[in-house]
């Protein structure tokens, strides 16, 4: 076998063995890999983690007995609530628009009063919606 001047790409020793290798070992490939789609991910996974834990908020408001209460923005944002992300909103008859958080929401009713609510009904569930 004759020897390549070839390097891993993370690491950057000299590697030996198949002319198409790429990496040292398991770990070096892995990193790269991990490194290389972090960038794209990681505003995915901030959204989806702010969003989990709005939902988690607004459902530790809701006993099991109550589809809804009422609370101070205060009191939200002190618990770590973030009130710029939501899954989708809901406009009622009366105009008041509802932003969820999958199956929580909240009504914004005054500058420091907040009504959260719980989904009732799923609007997948409705016979005549689309589903992909």
């Known amino acids: 076998m004759t020897k390549r001047n070839q390097y891993c790409e993370d690491c950057g020793n000299s590697l030996s063995g198949r002319s198409d290798k790429r990496f040292c070992d398991d770990y070096c490939r892995n990193h790269f890999n991990n490194k290389m789609k972090s960038g794209s ?8 983690n702010a969003l989990k834990k ?10 099991e007995e ?3 209460a009422k609370i101070s923005r205060e009191k939200l944002l002190e618990s770590g609530f973030l ?14 628009v509802y932003i969820y958080c999958y ?7 005054d500058q420091d009063l907040i009504l959260v609510v719980r989904l009732k009904n799923d609007p997948l569930d409705k016979p005549n919606s689309i589903r992909g």
Not at 83 to 96: A, Q
Not at 103 to 109: F, H, I, N, P
């Open 103 to 109: 199956d929580y929401g909240y009504l914004k009713l």
């Open 54 to 63: 709005n939902r988690n908020i607004l459902a530790g408001i809701l006993n």
């Open 83 to 96: 009130f710029k992300y939501g899954t989708h909103s809901y406009t009622n008859k009366k105009g008041n």
């Open 66 to 68: 109550n589809d809804t």
């Open 41 to 48: 991910n990681n505003l995915i996974r901030k959204i989806n």
